[in-house]
């Protein structure tokens, strides 16, 4: 999540220090603007945890097989056994090539003031390319409340490492849109009447063309893009699911960033659940919320179309679907008395109960809250919202972590995971 510093970030900070370069040879903008001035650092503190069950879960994802790869736990202060040492190699040139694509995009502003060579680097489109997919650490949350047509803000878990340069989002040529959905760096968007996608960390984004169907005044629409070494024309999807008018279904219209244009699926779903607006993606699949107790999931590769049954919650508990360590699971939570908080893991097709866990918030409190689960990517993490705060339970470390949060848990508040990215839009490479 960016809380706890990787291998590859405390062996950067060592060989940072010993690097040896000259400010007046070359110097940037100050990188102020990059911090918000909302106050929201991580602060931590021991948490009582009682687990009430046992072993190791790993959680499975719709559709999908998992495999699980071991890793060797490294020495931080030696070069890394996966990159091969060459005689001639200085080390700033092994902290070039192989940990700076590892950085989020405000360290990597910040890095770019060493030289010029890693100015030069920096900027590449290569570095950009190989930032997209290397780093996908939890950065923070967009926020915006939508009743009261609020400007989005951008909370950041670690202000010296992750941030944007405009957290209102302001270089969107529409003075006031709507922010649906997040995946992989870049933010889908809505104005008045078109999309946009954009990421906030460069600033490029892309007006969409206008769709063929009407999506409705809050579409169920969903961002799919998957950086990968493969994947270097930057390709990205925009799906939403839609009521056919006149008819119980729920249809599928596309927009593919390799075409610039909208494309009406052959599938559908006859269930005819009611969507809610926005919705997640992950491995090839966008899920998408409804008022009842369940997800319609669509495989976005071969168009398939599916439901998948929730369980069943007690009266007064909340629960959300949510990414831990690269996997779907539905997670709920619930302020069982004063500061002590359940949460229950769920995963796979049958949305099986695989742990439960009781954990403690902080300060003794003579009363109960209400509190919501928010949404985490590539993180073992579960985040609940309660108050004025955002609490963070790490599961493997069994301890808690939290953020100021800018609003108490209501409806209309839309907090959406970002990945700290230097993705590019695909039109902008076509230059």
Same mark, same amino acid.
């Given at each position: 999540?960016?809380?706890?510093?990787?291998?590859?970030?405390?062996?950067?900070?060592?060989?940072?220090?010993?690097?040896?370069?000259?400010?007046?040879?070359?110097?940037?903008?100050?990188?102020?603007?990059?911090?918000?001035?909302?106050?929201?650092?991580?602060?931590?503190?021991?948490?009582?945890?009682?687990?009430?069950?046992?072993?190791?879960?790993?959680?499975?994802?719709?559709?999908?097989?998992?495999?699980?790869? &071991?890793?060797? #736990?490294?020495?931080?202060?030696?070069? *890394? +056994?996966?990159?091969?040492? /060459?005689?001639?190699?200085?080390?700033?040139?092994?902290?070039?090539?192989?940990?700076?694509?590892?950085?989020?995009?405000?360290?990597?502003?910040?890095?770019?003031?060493?030289?010029?060579?890693?100015?030069?680097?920096?900027?590449?489109?290569?570095?950009?390319?190989?930032?997209?997919?290397?780093?996908?650490?939890?950065?923070?949350?967009?926020?915006?409340?939508?009743?009261?047509?609020?400007?989005?803000?951008?909370?950041?878990?670690?202000?010296?490492?992750?941030?944007?340069?405009?957290?209102?989002?302001?270089?969107?040529?529409?003075?006031?849109?709507?922010?649906?959905?997040?995946?992989?760096?870049?933010?889908?968007? &809505?104005?008045? #009447?078109?999309?946009?996608?954009?990421? *906030? +960390?460069?600033?490029?984004? /892309?007006?969409?063309?206008?769709?063929?169907?009407?999506?409705?005044?809050?579409?169920?629409?969903?961002?799919?893009?998957?950086?990968?070494?493969?994947?270097?024309?930057?390709?990205?999807?925009?799906?939403?699911?839609?009521?056919?008018?006149?008819?119980?279904?729920?249809?599928?219209?596309?927009?593919?960033?390799?075409?610039?244009?909208?494309?009406?699926?052959?599938?559908?779903?006859?269930?005819?659940?009611?969507?809610?607006?926005?919705?997640?993606?992950?491995?090839?699949?966008?899920?998408?919320?409804?008022?009842?107790?369940?997800?319609?999931?669509?495989?976005?590769?071969?168009?398939?179309?599916?439901?998948?049954?929730?369980?069943?919650?007690?009266?007064?508990?909340?629960?959300?679907?949510?990414?831990?360590?690269?996997?779907?699971?539905?997670?709920?939570?619930?302020?069982?008395?004063?500061?002590?908080?359940?949460?229950?893991?769920?995963?796979?097709?049958?949305?099986?109960?695989?742990?439960?866990?009781?954990?403690?918030?902080?300060?003794?409190?003579?009363?109960?809250?209400?509190?919501?689960?928010?949404?985490?990517?590539?993180?073992?993490?579960?985040?609940?919202?309660?108050?004025?705060?955002?609490?963070?339970?790490?599961?493997?470390?069994?301890?808690?972590?939290?953020?100021?949060?800018?609003?108490?848990?209501?409806?209309?508040?839309?907090?959406?995971?970002?990945?700290?990215?230097?993705?590019?839009?695909?039109?902008?490479?076509?230059?």
């Amino acid at each position: 999540m960016g809380i706890t510093p990787s291998t590859e970030i405390r062996w950067i900070s060592t060989i940072y220090e010993k690097m040896e370069f000259s400010q007046a040879d070359y110097m940037i903008e100050d990188s102020d603007e990059w911090d918000n001035k909302f106050p929201n650092t991580f602060k931590g503190f021991p948490s009582a945890t009682k687990s009430q069950r046992h072993g190791t879960y790993w959680l499975a994802e719709y559709d999908f097989d998992t495999v699980t790869q &071991q890793k060797e #736990e490294e020495n931080p202060w030696e070069y *890394p +056994a996966r990159i091969i040492m /060459k005689k001639d190699m200085k080390i700033k040139d092994v902290v070039k090539e192989h940990v700076l694509p590892l950085l989020p995009a405000k360290s990597l502003t910040k890095f770019r003031a060493v030289s010029k060579e890693w100015d030069k680097w920096i900027a590449s489109p290569l570095l950009t390319h190989q930032q997209s997919f290397s780093c996908q650490s939890f950065s923070g949350y967009f926020y915006q409340d939508t009743e009261m047509g609020g400007n989005p803000m951008f909370l950041s878990l670690d202000h010296s490492a992750s941030g944007v340069p405009s957290q209102f989002l302001d270089f969107l040529p529409e003075q006031y849109v709507k922010i649906l959905c997040s995946c992989s760096g870049l933010l889908l968007c &809505q104005g008045s #009447e078109k999309y946009y996608v954009c990421n *906030p +960390a460069t600033q490029d984004w /892309k007006m969409l063309p206008l769709p063929q169907y009407y999506h409705g005044d809050e579409p169920a629409v969903v961002l799919a893009f998957e950086p990968s070494l493969r994947n270097i024309e930057a390709y990205y999807h925009v799906i939403c699911a839609f009521p056919m008018l006149g008819h119980p279904i729920i249809c599928f219209e596309i927009y593919s960033s390799e075409s610039n244009s909208w494309s009406f699926s052959s599938a559908c779903c006859t269930e005819n659940p009611k969507l809610l607006g926005g919705g997640s993606y992950m491995k090839g699949v966008a899920y998408y919320e409804t008022t009842s107790n369940e997800v319609l999931a669509f495989d976005v590769k071969n168009e398939i179309p599916a439901i998948i049954s929730l369980p069943v919650l007690q009266v007064g508990r909340h629960g959300s679907l949510t990414q831990m360590e690269g996997e779907l699971c539905y997670v709920s939570a619930n302020n069982e008395c004063g500061n002590v908080f359940l949460i229950d893991i769920y995963q796979g097709m049958e949305m099986i109960l695989r742990r439960s866990v009781s954990i403690n918030l902080g300060v003794d409190r003579g009363f109960t809250q209400a509190c919501e689960v928010l949404t985490c990517v590539n993180s073992d993490a579960v985040a609940i919202h309660v108050g004025g705060f955002i609490y963070f339970y790490h599961i493997r470390q069994q301890k808690v972590e939290f953020i100021t949060s800018p609003c108490a848990t209501g409806p209309g508040k839309k907090f959406l995971p970002y990945i700290n990215s230097l993705a590019m839009l695909h039109e902008l490479m076509e230059t």
